[in-house]
Each structure stands twice: as structure tokens, then as C-alpha cells.
């Protein structure tokens, strides 16, 4: 199966996530359908590994953004194909992560990652992909990165604002600048 892209329905899942550090709070099933019952776009992001080099760097700038993407109506969301007891350890033993106010997704059996198309035929491990979501669960940006590039956050929230303005937005466009008629 190829790459999910722009205009296809992101595929329906249910899939343990770590949502916090504290015991007995750690874990909870998230699904496709939190955002779209609670009419919000939906930012989902996924890494190679945990407990390797770039992947906390993106984790940590996401995390420092998820107060924008809250303003936007945009639920963000985290993820790799490692369980949901290695995103706990990981959060545990690396105090940059302790923090996160997103769920870090645990798709163990590769199934959404296989659905998206972003796994490595190698090592079957996600690429550095970001899928925007609109509410009514339509993919509307995909961006896929080497397993060696971080992302770019702030160019992701630009994307989404360009999204949510529902014009014809220019090269280069930020909030606040005119649109095309």
C-alpha cells in the first residue's frame, strides 16, 4: 500500500497511548473518532524509534507548540510503532519528555503506520510523517521526512492556519497576511 495523501479519509483506529507519568493515569485508548466527534482538526506525528537522537528534539518542540495548535481547534497527537511500556520508560527516564500534554500513540502492531503507507521496508519503522486532519477526518497536508531530518513545527502550524483560513493562500504566506481572491 502506497502513501495516504491529500483528500483520503485517514484511516480509523483504536490504539493505546501513553497520556501521563503519574501511576495509575499512564494509559488510554484513543481513536480516530476523539477528534471528529469533537469537530477538531487533528495534528498526528510520528517518529523512527524512542530513545534516539532527533526524534526527542521533535517531541519536545511539539510539545512546546501544543499550546498553539490548541488555539487553532487542534488536537495533536504523537507516535511510533513502539509499545506503549517503551513511550512510558522513555517519558520516565528523559526528563525533556516527562511533560508532554499530547498522547504519545503506541502502534505496536504497525497497523495505522501500514494503513499510511510510512513504514520503512528495511526495519518497518515509521518515517518522520505529519498528517493534518480536518474535522471531518480528510487528510489535508502530508509531509514526510527521512529518518535522518527533523521537522520544521512552526511550518506545520503555518500549514494548518493556511488550512483553516479556507482561501487560496500564496507562497510563503503567514497569519495576517491578504489571501487570494
Known amino acids: 500500500m502506497g502513501l495516504l495523501s491529500i483528500g483520503e479519509q ?3 483506529y ?6 501521563s507519568i503519574e501511576h495509575g493515569k499512564e494509559f488510554a485508548t484513543i481513536t480516530n473518532e476523539d477528534h471528529i466527534d469533537a469537530g477538531k482538526w487533528q495534528v498526528i506525528f510520528f517518529w523512527p524509534k524512542d530513545f534516539t537522537f532527533v526524534c526527542p528534539t521533535e517531541i519536545v518542540s511539539f510539545n512546546n507548540a501544543y499550546d498553539e495548535f490548541a488555539k487553532r481547534n487542534a488536537e495533536l497527537v504523537g507516535g511510533s510503532t513502539d509499545s506503549e511500556y517503551v513511550h512510558l520508560a522513555w517519558r520516565m ?8 500534554k499530547f498522547p504519545m500513540l503506541a502502534d505496536t502492531n504497525k497497523s495505522l503506520s501500514a494503513d499510511l503507507g510510512i513504514l520503512t521496508k528495511e526495519e518497518r519503522v515509521c518515517y518522520r510523517a505529519t498528517f493534518i486532519i480536518d474535522p471531518q477526518g480528510i487528510i489535508r497536508f502530508v509531509s514526510v521526512n527521512d529518518l535522518s531530518v ?4 512552526q511550518e506545520v502550524i503555518r500549514v494548518l492556519d493556511a488550512l483553516q483560513t479556507d482561501k487560496l493562500v500564496p507562497c510563503n504566506w503567514t ?7
Do not use: Y
Open 175 to 181: 497569519p495576517g497576511e491578504a489571501t487570494l481572491n
Open 150 to 153: 527533523g521537522r520544521n513545527v
Open 14 to 19: 483504536s490504539k493505546t497511548a501513553v497520556v
Open 93 to 100: 527516564n528523559d526528563k525533556t519528555l516527562r511533560d508532554l
Open 10 to 12: 485517514f484511516p480509523t
